[in-house]
Structures are given as structure tokens and as C-alpha cells.
């Protein structure tokens, strides 16, 4: 046998079905076999769901033995050259097992071969993990990207057993799945594992495959996800954390993170902006979307943008008058000088090396009087202060402690970069949930309440030069 596929089940009909039905219909391979293995499901009627299909065994388990035990056992059964860990959750798209196949075997020391996981959009959902010491994880590449975005195939330093590929030599060599983990993190071990021999992991872009994404996980209670997870990154952090070093690469792709940072509606932005907004410069403006709303409500009549990340760009570019793409720190604003009546800087200064420079450039193009929109996280609030006091400043995938931010700012040094900048604040908000004590205390003092504030918004005015006479 050329291949098995391998698929767990628990309480999964409702996707167990179409995931077989899209595996018999795309797998242009014949030489193949599927081994279903039900972790005792309380569902019935999972023997009516595999019959139609000639080529899957089933095999049902009294106890659930979760993810790893659960894939080692049904593998025990498997006659395949080559295995591949698919979720029950995912409809393999065309002639998907082909290129996993013909990559392993072209491409010089191939240990883990995996598809592109995509949704119905086609947006990428995973192309592989990299991992990122600023916040102790490993972050997707290319993550809610567009279609298109992800076409290279590339080496990776993890990868998730949602679809993957390796052979069962290999396989067995290495162990199997660590049956410590019960679900989450045995996959990156796997790849930690088939990497220490030497060999690599690998994206296939000709692979794709279409996940519901955590259908099984999902109908357990939250707080036994979280233990579960706690306890599986405990484990896995004892085994590699003073080896993640080795298997760290050199280059990363450029598509690092969630795209959906770019799609933002920003509602509570989208109030504050004028009505009479006219002319309109919006910088980060991401793929568009606060820019399309504003012409859609005729706050604006025209959309500029300036974004960097390319992808996001070319989607904004079918929703905007125009859009540049570059840094703004570098790039030139000369064409661009008294052009626009506002400017939107919505959470891009705190990612700038020098904000202070950046927001005085933008100002020169504002028309006389012109308005500025900002948004900008607040480090002073209570919970940042809190893990100061416990020593424990860490940067985080997202929010205010995101690591991809370079500087940080309270009210007050926010209300300096716009003054110094040639700016008069007219209107301050914060957003964030107010606690008992900010609302009790923040009857004496006003500030307080700036400590619940996750962000502030700044509407300013840009200030008239003035002209000083000097005695001769």
C-alpha cells in the first residue's frame, strides 16, 4: 500500500461524512487506504457513515485515548509506505495527496511533508509555524491571508498533524506521537523530533486542504481546554525550551501573524472621523475596509492610503481612490503636502521607530485646520502595572503588549506627541471595561479611570503656524 490516511473521530459524524466523501472524490491516488478510529463517541451510527466507503477500516475504542495514543494505535493497523494524520474536521481539496507524495520523494531529506490549510474563501489558514522568542511561541505563517499569498514551498520549523505527510519508517524511528499529550503540541513535537535526525519539514502549496478548524475541541468546556493546553505547553516547554535554539531557521517568510489584522472595520474609529471627513489620508490603511465605509457613508469623498504589507495593499487597492504602499518613515511625502483635510493614524505609531518624526511629516499634509484621528495603546493600563509589580513584562501575540510594537505611551506622553507634533487636542476617549474602583476613585480623580483604558482615540487639530515679531 502506497498510503494511509489516517482520521480520529469523537463525536464527529456531522464532519466525519464529508471529510470521507471529499477524500474518496479528490484522492486521485487508488493506492490508498483510510483507517478511521473512534475515540468513544457517545454518538451513534458511525458504522452507516464509513459503509459506502470500500477503502476505510474502522476501528472503535471503549475509552477516549485522545490525540496521540489515539493516531499510534490506528497507525499499528496501517500498511502504508507513507502516513498521513488528517483531522476529521477537513475536506481535502483536488488531487491533494499527489503533491505530498511527489514532494517527499523529490526533495532532498524530507522528514514531514504538510498541505496548505485553507477555508471556504480559500484564505490560508496555515502554511507552517515558526517560532518567535520575543513571545515564547510559534506563530503561523500566513494566517487568514489572502488567496495567492502563500505559493512557495518553503521549509518550516513545525507544522500542525492537521494534514501531513511522513513516512512510516520514520515514523516508527522517531517513536510515534508522545502519548503525555493528550491533545495539542504532540504534532510539534513530532516535527522537533523528525528534525533533531537532520531532516526537514515542509510546506506544500500544491497541497491544499479545507478545515473547519477545533469541531471535536469545541464541544469540550473551556476551562478543559485551557487545562489541557496548559498542561500539554508545560510538557512540551520541559522537553525543548533549552533546544528550541537548534531548530530555529535563519529566514522566515514575510507573512508571519494574523491578516486579519488588516480587515479591522474599527467602529468605534469610523465615529469619531468628521462628517465633513472630504479629503481623506488614512496610514496602516490595512485592505481597505474603514476607507471603503467612509465613502460608502460620504464622510469621505476621497480615500488615500499608505500601507506597507503588500498583500493587504492590492485588496485595498479595489476599495480606495489610491494607495501607496511603503514606510512611512522613510518613504516621501512631498506630492502628498496640504492634499487632505484628515488624516486617520489608527494603532501605527506605537510600530514606528521614531513616531514623534513620523507624525510631524504627516502633518504637512493637512490642509490649514485639518483634523487628525489617532488610536494608541495605553501602557498604563492596571493589568501592564500589575505584571510589572509580579516582574513579569512579556510581550504577547497581540494587544497592548503586542511584540511587534516598538514604543509605548500613556495619556500623557500621547497628548505630548501630539502637541509637539503642532497638533491641539480637541477631544480625548479611552476604550476598555471601567472597574468598580476606577468608577469610585474616578469620582475625585479623573485620571484613574485612565488606568482601565486599553487604548486611547485623540481627535486633533492641526495648528496655525505663528508668526512672531521680532524687535530689530
Known sequence: MLASIIVLNWNGLSVLAPCLEAIAQNTLIDDYEVIVLDNASSESGIEEVV??????????????????RGNNLAIRQATGEYLVILNNDTLPRRDWLRPLVDMQRSFDRVGIVGSQLVNAANETLFAGGYFQPDINAYVDAYRNYPPGAATDARECEVYI?????????????????????FQGYEDFDLCLKVREMGLKVMYCPESAIEHL???????????????????????????WRHRIHEFRLARLPDGLGDFSYYTFPRERLFELIPEDARAVLEVGCGAG???????????????????????????????????????????SLDAMRDRFDTLVVADVLEHLVDPWAALFRLRDCLKEGGIVVA????????????????RDWRYEPGGILDHTHLRFFTRGSIEDLLSFA?????????????????????????????????????VARKRALERVSVPA
Not at 480637541?426 to 486599553?454: C, H, I, K, N, P
Request: charged share 35%; with cysteine; aromatic share 10%.
Open 51 to 68: 459503509k459506502p466507503y470500500p477503502k476505510v477500516r474502522l476501528i472503535q475504542e471503549e475509552v477516549n485515548h485522545g490525540f496521540s
Open 213 to 239: 478548524e477545533n469541531v471535536s475541541m469545541k464541544k469540550l468546556k473551556r476551562s478543559t481546554r485551557r487545562r489541557s493546553k496548559e498542561r500539554n505547553r508545560a510538557y512540551f516547554e520541559r522537553r
Open 289 to 331: 475596509v474603514l476607507g471603503e465605509r467612509l465613502k460608502k457613508s460620504g464622510k469621505a469623498k476621497r480615500v488615500t492610503g499608505i500601507e506597507l504589507n503588500s498583500q493587504a495593499a492590492a485588496l485595498a487597492r479595489q476599495r480606495l481612490d489610491e494607495v501607496l504602499v511603503g514606510n512611512i518613515e522613510t518613504m
Open 375 to 390: 488610536s494608541i495603546p495605553n501602557i498604563a493600563h492596571y493589568k501592564i502595572i500589575k505584571k510589572l509589580l509580579w
Open 161 to 181: 498533524a492537521c494534514g501531513i505527510l511522513i513516512r512510516r519508517d520514520l515514523f516508527d524511528s522517531v517513536g510515534g506521537f508522545d502519548e503525555h499529550y
Open 422 to 458: 503642532g497638533f491641539e487636542i480637541l477631544r480625548v476617549e479611552r476604550e476598555g471595561r471601567e472597574r468598580w474602583w476606577s468608577r469610585l476613585f474616578g469620582l475625585f480623580s479623573e485620571r484613574v479611570r485612565d488606568f482601565t483604558a486599553v487604548q486611547f482615540y485623540i
